[in-house]
């Protein structure tokens, strides 16, 4: 009996030193995990990480670190006011808790700049060129050197943020009297593409990639879209977008607008030459969400084709885009991507398509007055080569945000 129970510990320590307790059942009759072989072994959230201080360290070098921070803190939001709602009461609320509207507030101080510029310039009239002093002299190159601003920049548009470092959180939207919220909270980097977009009465403008809603809200804002056609290719975020429409937009002005899911690289097929105005806020690797969120994140290892493809499908996206324009016509690029695999060479590479292969001449415009105007609100990357790009930054942790504007000549 000894023997016996001393052979029966020694089976006992042999499974536990295999990981399996006494009583367990027999090797053959047990059930593997499932776990080891579904759960990522690292999660998507490190290898965006580790991607991003490999390629955003060499191209942002000094700043990496602190737009890395940034990154991984809380998002900062901006309230864009709801138009087709009444926003006195709303307004004066948000001022009171000391936000302000962040393009009105950079409109006034153009014009005082500019108006500063003018009385320079009268007075270094009234007595010789030679006379003028140093800074009349900086003060005029600087007015005459800034492109004129975008019509839009005085639209309708209202966007109320903290002040810089302020991190208060605005209170969730209320529905008036007729069910319609009052504001609606996004990232204020995001209003940037529409500004640039300069939309003006009777435009037909296209929004190819609209869902979840936020930048077809803000288009309609400006209230001079003649017929705006919103699209997604994805069914379920157009419900989204939906949604959005109907908690924010008037039955009325519902109507001006086409929402559809089709494939937006298909675009320029179905209704080429057709748009004055084009949006193309394109998938990217949504860069705070992937260091942030593990659900539905790019990095994921399966979706690491589709993350490697993303290029080529913007490309295409812009192209489309290009093509729906009409002559004149103006086309908007736009990611929440800090890279410039995804920014800056999807530009040239959709310039130098639309001269070879379609003998269309695009024209890059200038939007470094962007730069200057909202200096106050955001934090912009200096040695953008093409366009304007957002940057994160703790005190005004908007973005990232990239934008480009196109002209078809």
């Not at 600087?142 to 601003?149: I, K, N, V």
């Not at 949604?243 to 937006?264: A, F, M, N, W």
Request: proline residues 6%; contains cysteine.
């Amino acid at each position: 009996m000894a023997a016996l129970g001393g052979r029966a510990r020694a089976a006992a320590a042999a499974l536990l030193r295999r990981g399996a307790a006494p009583g367990a059942a027999p090797r053959r009759h047990r059930h593997k995990e499932k776990w080891a072989t579904t759960a990522p072994r690292i999660p998507p959230t490190r290898l965006a990480l580790h991607h991003f201080d490999v390629n955003y360290s060499l191209q942002l070098r000094d700043l990496w670190p602190s737009v890395r921070a940034a990154l991984l803190c809380e998002h900062k939001y901006g309230a864009l006011l709801n138009n087709f709602s009444p926003v006195d009461h709303v307004t004066q609320e948000l001022e009171l808790l000391d936000a302000t509207d962040f393009v009105s507030e950079a409109l006034k101080k153009r014009g005082a700049a500019l108006g500063e510029a003018g009385r320079g310039e009268s007075r270094s009239q009234e007595g010789s060129g030679e006379g003028r002093t140093v800074m009349q002299v900086e003060t005029m190159t600087q007015a005459e050197m800034s492109p004129p601003l975008p019509a839009s920049i005085s639209s309708n548009i209202k966007c109320y943020t903290f002040p810089r470092g302020d991190i208060t959180r605005f209170r969730p939207a209320r529905p008036d009297a007729l069910g319609l919220l009052d504001y609606y909270l996004m990232d204020a980097a995001s209003l940037l593409p529409v500004l640039a977009l300069n939309v003006q009465p009777d435009d037909f403008v296209l929004d190819l990639c609209a869902a979840p809603g936020g930048k077809t809200l803000t288009l309609l804002q400006t209230g001079v879209c003649a017929h705006l056609a919103a699209n997604d290719v994805s069914v379920s975020r157009t419900k989204r977008l939906h949604q959005i429409l109907h908690s924010y937009i008037p039955k009325e002005i519902r109507e001006t607008v086409s929402v559809t899911s089709c494939d937006g690289r298909d675009w320029g097929q179905l209704e080429g030459g057709t748009f004055h105005k084009v949006l193309v806020d394109v998938p990217c690797t949504t860069d705070r969400h992937s260091v942030t969120e593990q659900d539905n994140n790019i990095f994921h290892r399966r979706r690491t084709k589709e993350r490697q493809m993303l290029p080529m499908l913007q490309l295409q996206l812009l192209m489309a885009g290009i093509l729906a324009t009409k002559p004149r016509g103006e086309v908007v690029y736009s990611t929440c991507s800090l890279s410039p695999l995804q920014n800056e060479y999807v530009i040239e590479r959709a310039v130098e398509i639309a001269e070879t292969q379609f003998d269309i001449s695009i024209h890059i415009e200038d939007l470094s007055h962007f730069r200057t105007l909202f200096q106050d609100t955001f934090s912009f990357f200096s040695d953008c080569r093409l366009g304007e790009l957002v940057l994160p930054h703790l005190t005004a942790n908007f973005g990232p945000m990239y934008f480009c504007k196109l002209r078809r000549m």
